[in-house]
């Protein structure tokens, strides 16, 4: 825990002591630790001087951050308009089989966590989906399964 | 600033620069309903009740009105057919969302809204999500406790992590403007915080009711204007808040003010500062404050009063109409233990309760006397008539106060214990509640009262007049009377008669012009005085005082009054008595003699 | 790397550039954006590395990752200077023998384009899907590296910053670009010129410019592909914006779901100030400009322009219930432009060529080119540039190559969620801002998402519906009850529980929400579901009353039968199957059971195209079972 907020006032030295950098603030952090914890939204509450309330209410408006532990891996499912009309629904179905959970949430064994993105801007590879930093174009149900196994 | 015309639904309207259509409309008289609107907060436009449709440069367009400027020459119409459809249609969403706040319904009534045609939330819903909590704790409060999380369809007001259960992130200061703003009566403070929010109590409705940090002090104060409590006000804990100032319309308050010491050079001076209310705690076994309807006459005062905290009803604390009340007169008075003189108005105020009682209620009323002085004129006629009315008098002064039953008749009720001297006999009397007749003692502040104007204090502590028969108004000093209960018990009728002989006094002294001094003072010779200062150490007239300059002492010739207390204790023999100089007095010795 | 003082240190430095290369040097270019990266091609670049040197090519051949070209579908994309040859879905197995040809000078003929008639086209811009395009804006892309100053300085970069600077006033950039009739290319089509003209002349110091890359369209991704594809005429576009309205703090906010985006722009950034182009004195003018990254958080309302200004501040993106403008009271409450990427890259363009060559493009109400992102069900998806006017015919068929699969189209969405869906008897309707609100929908950032008769209106709309309810802030009432009612009624419609009157009761709901809600987003937030009752109100009286969905798309609609006549019992359904819903054996025709399936689809998809056994119907009985002594599959002995 410690170790974790060393982590987080270095995060926040390297911005002004300006409440208008909360949001850059919370991506970065957001970016380190794959969440955001309490201890974390107190610590930056008391070094930025912006109300705890105000930083919960940012991190929960964002679909970019969490206030939940997040799994190993996390498994953005594009569910944009383009995506959509290729069929995207029905790999997030098969997705929320295969791990056995819902979109916002995190398999028992914190491997994967499962999100619905509204967009990642690669509308001509649809459906697509984005596991951690590599996009999966052109994805069929059927590659679901081999795809995740690639992920220890 | 610029003034500007409008009109609003066909009425020439003016308003300020600055303004917004709703306050021009709402400053004309002219209603437009809003919930997420508030004087003292920035417009937030999320009720979308306030919509107006106006005519500007030949655009029809509808508007919030809460945040449209108000412009030279705008047509408003705040009930055209197209506004009023949108509204119909925002409340029928509103209701279907918090199918349980009343004020809603009451809109929708308002509007020709019936059922909602969609799905309806709980039946116990009632937050609509104004905002306006959220907002007053940010913008004015500056405490930031509750906010918006999550966003669209899931929006919501909550305090971080809920941590209605966990305080160590609670940064509420319970100050209830949350739910004092809520219009649905959504939120609580519970809701917020696990702290107890602690009410201010108003002081003039003896604790009985709360009052705001800005207040009236009482109806028909003087002057008739609110004030700010500092000790409780937000603003003056935080530097925020300042709601009040949005609401003042000719920008009245002012936060800078400070206590004045003002200095007022006078003739003469009429002491009327009051008296006390006995406290009945210190008797413990009366149980007032530790037991629920224990009440003192002052409370009872403002209970039966109908400007009163409860409109005159009687209430228990449970609010129920007590069945049975008990009177138990002097409480502090007439008792060797606190005061032994009789507070002389207890008797009367006592019968006067029990009256009011039987008139507001049906209960039965007991009153626990050691003897009735019904002195005054008309007095003993009204005892006569509260016995005609079955109010029962006891002789006998109570020894406890209990909830301690011991019957299952006196379960849930007060039972009073007394010895009823008329027949010799230890009783118990269960009532519901009990009202303690405090007698009146001298203010707390007295003493420092009469050492400032140099006035002395009988046995009982009040001031001591000059004469209780000659002169029963004036004091020792010339130009200070009394006036009222400061100087001893007494009731209304007495104490006008005193404050206006005090004033005649006073006016006659006005009127004379001048002030006749003794002619028999002292006089200090400044050549011999050594500047000890023992003199004004002894002068009872406060007469004498200390030259810095000259390092000598002065008497004031219009406060002596030719006691010759400093000349017999001057030890440097420098002051004498006018008129009874040490070679006057010899002389008289010597013609005496010779 | 030395400031450039004046702008002739600039041209000398230009030509010290163009001076060192040689134009008839072959040059691979490797399509570096994100969709060709997920292709591959950030692993194939190093192959391609190591085979040059192999093949002792080193210093006679060059490499240069690009940014996108567009034509995404057949990533990753290699184009080989000078003579553009173009070899699409190029594996790192294939970078041998791409160098090898480049050596005898030859063709790798298996990787060009091929046409519907079989035929290859070698060369890029002969390739129909660019041949049919006017690339202005995006053409650049393809040409230069992004992550260099100098190939955009070697292609005439910032020369239009250096002409704005010493031979205009901020007046007459100003009355250029209203020449230009320059449109925002965000949503609203609002002329730019007038509102830099707004913030120019508005009180209040110091005025912001700011650069919209929240591009939250589901389906459009154009300025992410010109900010990692040239994100220097997006800053160039920007000094010049600022120095016309007399701004000298800029800030660009992109959305964090696109981080090469805000890797390549903060390259560029430190690349423009390293030249002395951006900072203190931009080339010895004495006008200072400095630039800022935002990154965005993931929220669509944030594009809303006082949404995005709060963002910047700080602070939840949720618009602000003001009357003024942003232009004249936007971040902090000081005079603030917004325009998007697309916008801004317009800019050097009419400055560099003039407003008259502009105005030359295009109809009489929207001048120049637009890119739109064409996706969906078509064939060649990508982005394409056209002039504004272009039919949508032209768009989807001679450029997008139709529909795939024999398919019929239906309709095309374009303007996001807050556009409409353009059936197909409006495919001859010229393309321009003007145009497409006559057709209930909007040109918005140009998404341009195709649907073939596979789609199911209503089905999209409750998409739009449902997309909405998650990315509307909340704040107003219209907006965030209105959705979910909206979605509510959807559901049900979708779902077989639709009553009659459920149509009117959301034609009334649409009429509160586009009237009563705060921002643009609520206002807008109907329109999905206005323009296909509009346009295809039969379908949803289907739904409502027959219980049908005509496209055979909604789940609780729709049931799987397998033909009798067609099953050949071959198994594979019944084994892929997820819930065990297909009984039948070896040579006994299958059968689904309608209790236990949930119509994943699964066996349509494998069912084996020569058999073709399973059949979606809707709004019909499905067949009863065949008895059970007919099953048994005679196969004719052969």
């Given at each position: 825990?410690?170790?974790?907020?060393?982590?987080?006032?270095?995060?926040?030295?390297?911005?002004?002591?300006?409440?208008?950098?909360?949001?850059?603030?919370?991506?970065?952090?957001?970016?380190?630790?794959?969440?955001?914890?309490?201890?974390?939204?107190?610590?930056?509450?008391?070094?930025?001087?912006?109300?705890?309330?105000?930083?919960?209410?940012?991190?929960?408006?964002?679909?970019?951050?969490?206030?939940?532990?997040?799994?190993?891996?996390?498994?953005?499912?594009?569910?944009?308009?383009?995506?959509?009309?290729?069929?995207?629904?029905?790999?997030?179905?098969?997705?929320?089989?295969?791990?056995?959970?819902?979109?916002?949430?995190?398999?028992?064994?914190?491997?994967?966590?499962?999100?619905?993105?509204?967009?990642?801007?690669?509308?001509?590879?649809?459906?697509?989906?984005?596991?951690?930093?590599?996009?999966?174009?052109?994805?069929?149900?059927?590659?679901?399964?081999?795809?995740?196994?690639?992920?220890? | 600033?610029?003034?500007?015309?409008?009109?609003?639904?066909?009425?020439?309207?003016?308003?300020?620069?600055?303004?917004?259509?709703?306050?021009?409309?709402?400053?004309?008289?002219?209603?437009?309903?809003?919930?997420?609107?508030?004087?003292?907060?920035?417009?937030?436009?999320?009720?979308?009740?306030?919509?107006?449709?106006?005519?500007?440069?030949?655009?029809?367009?509808?508007?919030?009105?809460?945040?449209?400027?108000?412009?030279?020459?705008?047509?408003?119409?705040?009930?055209?057919?197209?506004?009023?459809?949108?509204?119909?249609?925002?409340?029928?969403?509103?209701?279907?969302?918090?199918?349980?706040?009343?004020?809603?319904?009451?809109?929708?009534?308002?509007?020709?809204?019936?059922?909602?045609?969609?799905?309806?939330?709980?039946?116990?819903?009632?937050?609509?999500?104004?905002?306006?909590?959220?907002?007053?704790?940010?913008?004015?409060?500056?405490?930031?406790?509750?906010?918006?999380?999550?966003?669209?369809?899931?929006?919501?007001?909550?305090?971080?992590?809920?941590?209605?259960?966990?305080?160590?992130?609670?940064?509420?200061?319970?100050?209830?403007?949350?739910?004092?703003?809520?219009?649905?009566?959504?939120?609580?403070?519970?809701?917020?915080?696990?702290?107890?929010?602690?009410?201010?109590?108003?002081?003039?409705?003896?604790?009985?009711?709360?009052?705001?940090?800005?207040?009236?002090?009482?109806?028909?104060?003087?002057?008739?204007?609110?004030?700010?409590?500092?000790?409780?006000?937000?603003?003056?804990?935080?530097?925020?808040?300042?709601?009040?100032?949005?609401?003042?319309?000719?920008?009245?308050?002012?936060?800078?003010?400070?206590?004045?010491?003002?200095?007022?050079?006078?003739?003469?001076?009429?002491?009327?500062?009051?008296?006390?209310?006995?406290?009945?705690?210190?008797?413990?076994?009366?149980?007032?404050?530790?037991?629920?309807?224990?009440?003192?006459?002052?409370?009872?005062?403002?209970?039966?009063?109908?400007?009163?905290?409860?409109?005159?009803?009687?209430?228990?604390?449970?609010?129920?109409?007590?069945?049975?009340?008990?009177?138990?007169?002097?409480?502090?008075?007439?008792?060797?233990?606190?005061?032994?003189?009789?507070?002389?108005?207890?008797?009367?105020?006592?019968?006067?309760?029990?009256?009011?009682?039987?008139?507001?209620?049906?209960?039965?009323?007991?009153?626990?006397?050691?003897?009735?002085?019904?002195?005054?004129?008309?007095?003993?006629?009204?005892?006569?008539?509260?016995?005609?009315?079955?109010?029962?008098?006891?002789?006998?002064?109570?020894?406890?106060?209990?909830?301690?039953?011991?019957?299952?008749?006196?379960?849930?009720?007060?039972?009073?214990?007394?010895?009823?001297?008329?027949?010799?006999?230890?009783?118990?009397?269960?009532?519901?509640?009990?009202?303690?007749?405090?007698?009146?003692?001298?203010?707390?502040?007295?003493?420092?009262?009469?050492?400032?104007?140099?006035?002395?204090?009988?046995?009982?502590?009040?001031?001591?007049?000059?004469?209780?028969?000659?002169?029963?108004?004036?004091?020792?000093?010339?130009?200070?009377?009394?006036?009222?209960?400061?100087?001893?018990?007494?009731?209304?009728?007495?104490?006008?008669?005193?404050?206006?002989?005090?004033?005649?006094?006073?006016?006659?002294?006005?009127?004379?012009?001048?002030?006749?001094?003794?002619?028999?003072?002292?006089?200090?010779?400044?050549?011999?005085?050594?500047?000890?200062?023992?003199?004004?150490?002894?002068?009872?007239?406060?007469?004498?005082?200390?030259?810095?300059?000259?390092?000598?002492?002065?008497?004031?010739?219009?406060?002596?009054?030719?006691?010759?207390?400093?000349?017999?204790?001057?030890?440097?023999?420098?002051?004498?008595?006018?008129?009874?100089?040490?070679?006057?007095?010899?002389?008289?010795?010597?013609?005496?003699?010779? | 790397m030395a400031r450039l003082n004046s702008p002739e240190a600039l041209e000398k430095l230009r030509q010290e550039i163009t001076a060192g290369r040689d134009p008839d040097k072959p040059c691979i270019t490797l399509c570096s954006g994100?969709?060709c990266n997920?292709?591959?091609s950030e692993?194939i670049a190093p192959v391609f590395a190591a085979e040059i040197e192999k093949q002792g090519l080193k210093g006679e051949v060059d490499l240069r990752r690009t940014g996108c070209h567009g034509?995404?579908?057949?990533?990753?994309i290699v184009v080989i200077y000078p003579e553009e040859i173009c070899?699409?879905?190029?594996?790192?197995?294939?970078a041998?023998?791409i160098v090898?040809?480049i050596k005898?000078k030859?063709?790798?003929?298996?990787?060009?384009?091929?046409?519907?008639?079989?035929?290859?086209?070698?060369h890029e811009p002969?390739?129909?899907?660019y041949?049919?395009?006017q690339q202005v804006v995006f053409g650049f892309n393809r040409k230069i590296d992004p992550r260099s100053i100098d190939d955009y300085l070697a292609v005439g970069g910032y020369r239009a910053l250096a002409k704005v600077l010493f031979k205009m006033t901020p007046?007459q950039v100003?009355?250029e670009v209203?020449?230009?009739?320059?449109?925002?290319?965000?949503?609203?089509?609002?002329?730019?010129?007038?509102?830099?003209?707004?913030?120019?002349?508005?009180?209040?110091?110091?005025?912001?410019v700011?650069v919209?890359?929240?591009?939250?369209?589901?389906?459009?991704?154009?300025?992410?592909s010109l900010l990692e594809g040239n994100p220097h005429s997006v800053l160039e576009g920007l000094i010049i914006g600022a120095y016309a309205?007399?701004s000298h703090?800029g800030?660009i906010?992109?959305?964090?779901?696109?981080?090469l985006a805000v890797e390549n722009v903060n390259i560029a950034i430190r690349q423009a100030r390293e030249y002395g182009l951006l900072g203190e004195n931009i080339l010895g003018s004495g006008f200072g400009f400095t630039i800022d990254v935002?990154?965005?958080?993931?929220?669509?309302?944030?594009?809303?322009?006082?949404?995005?200004?709060?963002?910047?501040?700080?602070?939840?993106?949720?618009?602000?219930?003001?009357?003024?403008?942003?232009?004249?009271?936007?971040?902090?409450?000081?005079?603030?432009?917004?325009?998007?990427v697309e916008?801004w890259a317009n800019v050097p363009l009419i400055i560099g060529r003039g407003a008259?060559w502009f105005?030359?493009?295009?109809?009489?109400?929207?001048?120049?080119?637009?890119?739109?992102?064409?996706?969906?069900?078509?064939?060649?998806?990508?982005?394409?540039e056209?002039?504004?006017?272009?039919?949508?015919?032209?768009?989807?068929?001679?450029?997008?190559?139709?529909?795939?699969?024999?398919?019929?189209?239906?309709?095309?969405?374009?303007?996001?969620?807050?556009?409409?869906?353009?059936?197909?008897?409006?495919?001859?309707?010229?393309?321009?801002?003007?145009?497409?609100?006559?057709?209930?929908?909007?040109?918005?950032?140009?998404?341009?998402?195709?649907?073939?008769?596979?789609?199911?209106?209503?089905?999209?709309?409750?998409?739009?519906?449902?997309?909405?309810?998650?990315?509307?802030?909340?704040?107003?009432?219209?907006?965030?009850?209105?959705?979910?009612?909206?979605?509510?009624?959807?559901?049900?419609?979708?779902?077989?529980?639709?009553?009659?009157?459920?149509?009117?009761?959301?034609?009334?709901?649409?009429?509160?929400?586009?009237?009563?809600?705060?921002?643009?987003?609520?206002?807008?937030?109907?329109?999905?579901?206005?323009?296909?009752?509009?346009?295809?109100?039969?379908?949803?009286?289907?739904?409502?009353?027959?219980?049908?969905?005509?496209?055979?798309?909604?789940?609780?609609?729709?049931?799987?039968?397998?033909?009798?006549?067609?099953?050949?019992?071959?198994?594979?359904?019944?084994?892929?199957?997820?819930?065990?819903?297909?009984?039948?054996?070896?040579?006994?025709?299958?059968?689904?059971?309608?209790?236990?399936?949930?119509?994943?689809?699964?066996?349509?998809?494998?069912?084996?195209?020569?058999?073709?056994?399973?059949?979606?119907?809707?709004?019909?009985?499905?067949?009863?079972?065949?008895?059970?002594?007919?099953?048994?599959?005679?196969?004719?002995?052969?």
């Amino acid at each position: 825990m410690a170790t974790q907020l060393a982590k987080v006032n270095e995060i926040i030295d390297k911005y002004p002591a300006r409440p208008s950098v909360l949001i850059q603030l919370l991506l970065d952090i957001q970016g380190q630790f794959n969440w955001i914890s309490r201890e974390t939204i107190q610590c930056v509450s008391d070094r930025l001087g912006v109300p705890v309330s105000q930083i919960y209410r940012v991190a929960s408006f964002y679909k970019a951050m969490s206030l939940k532990p997040r799994g190993k891996h996390v498994v953005n499912v594009c569910l944009g308009t383009a995506c959509h009309v290729r069929g995207a629904n029905r790999l997030m179905s098969k997705m929320e089989d295969t791990l056995g959970i819902k979109p916002g949430e995190t398999t028992e064994d914190k491997k994967f966590s499962l999100e619905r993105v509204n967009c990642l801007g690669c509308c001509a590879l649809g459906p697509v989906m984005l596991v951690d930093k590599d996009y999966h174009g052109k994805m069929t149900p059927a590659r679901v399964e081999p795809i995740l196994k690639d992920y220890k | 600033m610029s003034e500007l015309i409008l009109t609003i639904d066909g009425k020439e309207v003016r308003t300020e620069e600055g303004k917004s259509v709703l306050e021009a409309a709402k400053g004309a008289g002219i209603d437009i309903p809003t919930l997420c609107y508030h004087p003292a907060l920035e417009p937030f436009g999320a009720c979308r009740l306030c919509l107006v449709e106006i005519e500007s440069q030949g655009r029809q367009r509808v508007v919030t009105s809460c945040n449209y400027p108000a412009e030279n020459g705008l047509n408003v119409l705040t009930r055209s057919p197209e506004v009023l459809e949108l509204r119909k249609g925002v409340i029928e969403l509103f209701l279907a969302q918090a199918p349980g706040a009343e004020k809603i319904r009451e809109l929708a009534k308002e509007y020709g809204v019936e059922e909602p045609r969609f799905k309806l939330g709980a039946p116990d819903e009632k937050c609509i999500l104004c905002g306006l909590c959220t907002r007053i704790c940010e913008e004015r409060m500056g405490a930031c406790a509750i906010n918006f999380v999550n966003r669209g369809v899931d929006r919501q007001v909550e305090t971080p992590y809920q941590v209605t259960r966990e305080i160590d992130m609670d940064v509420c200061r319970a100050c209830g403007a949350c739910a004092f703003v809520c219009p649905t009566g959504a939120i609580t403070i519970e809701d917020i915080t696990p702290k107890t929010p602690i009410p201010i109590l108003s002081e003039f409705e003896e604790g009985l009711a709360q009052r705001a940090p800005v207040y009236i002090p009482f109806a028909q104060a003087v002057p008739n204007k609110p004030v700010i409590d500092k000790t409780q006000c937000v603003h003056f804990a935080t530097g925020g808040c300042k709601a009040c100032e949005a609401f003042c319309a000719p920008q009245a308050i002012n936060f800078e003010q400070e206590d004045e010491v003002i200095e007022v050079e006078v003739g003469s001076i009429i002491i009327a500062t009051g008296f006390d209310l006995f406290d009945p705690s210190v008797i413990r076994q009366y149980g007032y404050g530790r037991l629920d309807n224990v009440l003192t006459s002052l409370e009872f005062e403002r209970m039966v009063n109908s400007a009163g905290p409860t409109g005159g009803h009687i209430k228990m604390k449970d609010g129920r109409e007590p069945e049975s009340i008990a009177i138990v007169h002097c409480v502090g008075s007439r008792d060797e233990n606190y005061h032994e003189y009789c507070s002389r108005v207890c008797c009367m105020y006592s019968m006067k309760f029990a009256h009011l009682v039987k008139e507001h209620t049906g209960a039965d009323v007991y009153e626990f006397y050691i003897d009735i002085r019904s002195f005054g004129k008309g007095y003993e006629e009204f005892y006569n008539r509260v016995l005609e009315e079955a109010t029962v008098f006891i002789r006998g002064r109570p020894a406890e106060i209990t909830d301690i039953a011991e019957t299952p008749e006196e379960e849930g009720k007060l039972i009073v214990q007394f010895e009823d001297t008329l027949v010799g006999k230890q009783r118990r009397q269960p009532v519901d509640m009990v009202v303690l007749s405090c007698g009146i003692e001298p203010r707390r502040d007295i003493e420092s009262i009469a050492r400032l104007f140099n006035i002395s204090r009988s046995a009982d502590g009040f001031f001591l007049e000059k004469h209780p028969k000659l002169d029963p108004v004036a004091t020792m000093t010339d130009g200070i009377f009394v006036a009222g209960c400061c100087q001893g018990p007494k009731d209304i009728p007495d104490t006008v008669a005193q404050a206006s002989a005090a004033a005649a006094e006073a006016l006659a002294m006005i009127s004379r012009g001048t002030v006749e001094v003794e002619a028999a003072t002292a006089v200090v010779n400044e050549k011999i005085c050594t500047g000890c200062q023992l003199c004004k150490q002894v002068c009872p007239y406060s007469a004498i005082s200390f030259d810095e300059q000259k390092q000598v002492c002065r008497v004031n010739e219009t406060l002596c009054k030719g006691c010759g207390a400093c000349v017999g204790g001057c030890p440097s023999d420098c002051i004498s008595l006018n008129h009874y100089t040490n070679e006057q007095l010899v002389a008289q010795i010597e013609g005496a003699l010779f | 790397m030395a400031r450039l003082n004046s702008p002739e240190a600039l041209e000398k430095l230009r030509q010290e550039i163009t001076a060192g290369r040689d134009p008839d040097k072959p040059c691979i270019t490797l399509c570096s954006g994100t969709a060709c990266n997920a292709n591959g091609s950030e692993k194939i670049a190093p192959v391609f590395a190591a085979e040059i040197e192999k093949q002792g090519l080193k210093g006679e051949v060059d490499l240069r990752r690009t940014g996108c070209h567009g034509f995404c579908e057949r990533g990753p994309i290699v184009v080989i200077y000078p003579e553009e040859i173009c070899y699409l879905q190029v594996q790192p197995g294939d970078a041998a023998e791409i160098v090898q040809s480049i050596k005898e000078k030859k063709l790798v003929e298996r990787l060009l384009y091929k046409d519907a008639s079989g035929a290859r086209i070698a060369h890029e811009p002969e390739i129909p899907f660019y041949k049919n395009q006017q690339q202005v804006v995006f053409g650049f892309n393809r040409k230069i590296d992004p992550r260099s100053i100098d190939d955009y300085l070697a292609v005439g970069g910032y020369r239009a910053l250096a002409k704005v600077l010493f031979k205009m006033t901020p007046e007459q950039v100003l009355e250029e670009v209203k020449k230009a009739n320059l449109r925002g290319r965000g949503g609203g089509g609002f002329p730019t010129g007038r509102k830099w003209e707004t913030t120019r002349d508005a009180p209040g110091e110091p005025k912001y410019v700011i650069v919209n890359a929240d591009e939250g369209d589901p389906g459009a991704y154009m300025d992410r592909s010109l900010l990692e594809g040239n994100p220097h005429s997006v800053l160039e576009g920007l000094i010049i914006g600022a120095y016309a309205i007399g701004s000298h703090q800029g800030f660009i906010y992109v959305r964090a779901e696109y981080p090469l985006a805000v890797e390549n722009v903060n390259i560029a950034i430190r690349q423009a100030r390293e030249y002395g182009l951006l900072g203190e004195n931009i080339l010895g003018s004495g006008f200072g400009f400095t630039i800022d990254v935002h990154r965005g958080a993931g929220a669509f309302v944030s594009g809303e322009s006082s949404a995005l200004m709060t963002a910047i501040e700080g602070k939840v993106g949720e618009p602000r219930p003001k009357y003024v403008r942003t232009a004249v009271s936007g971040i902090w409450d000081r005079p603030s432009n917004l325009n998007n990427v697309e916008t801004w890259a317009n800019v050097p363009l009419i400055i560099g060529r003039g407003a008259d060559w502009f105005a030359s493009i295009g109809t009489k109400g929207s001048k120049g080119t637009k890119i739109f992102s064409l996706v969906g069900k078509v064939n060649n998806t990508g982005l394409v540039e056209v002039p504004m006017g272009v039919t949508l015919r032209r768009i989807i068929f001679d450029i997008g190559g139709g529909i795939p699969g024999g398919k019929k189209f239906k309709a095309v969405q374009t303007g996001g969620p807050s556009g409409g869906m353009i059936p197909e008897k409006f495919l001859d309707a010229p393309v321009d801002f003007d145009e497409l609100t006559k057709l209930d929908s909007m040109m918005g950032s140009g998404g341009m998402i195709v649907m073939d008769e596979d789609t199911c209106v209503v089905d999209v709309a409750r998409y739009f519906i449902d997309f909405l309810c998650d990315e509307s802030c909340g704040k107003c009432v219209p907006c965030r009850e209105g959705l979910k009612h909206m979605r509510e009624i959807l559901n049900d419609i979708v779902g077989g529980r639709g009553k009659p009157g459920d149509i009117e009761l959301m034609e009334g709901l649409s009429k509160i929400m586009a009237r009563a809600s705060l921002c643009a987003l609520g206002q807008t937030a109907p329109n999905p579901v206005m323009t296909t009752i509009h346009y295809f109100r039969d379908e949803y009286e289907a739904h409502v009353n027959e219980k049908r969905c005509p496209a055979l798309v909604c789940k609780e609609l729709i049931a799987y039968h397998i033909d009798p006549a067609r099953c050949q019992a071959c198994m594979i359904c019944g084994r892929e199957c997820p819930v065990n819903a297909i009984s039948g054996g070896k040579g006994i025709i299958h059968v689904i059971d309608q209790q236990k399936c949930t119509r994943c689809g699964t066996c349509l998809d494998v069912c084996p195209a020569r058999f073709r056994a399973v059949t979606k119907l809707s709004g019909e009985p499905v067949p009863a079972a065949i008895p059970e002594r007919e099953r048994v599959l005679v196969r004719e002995k052969k």
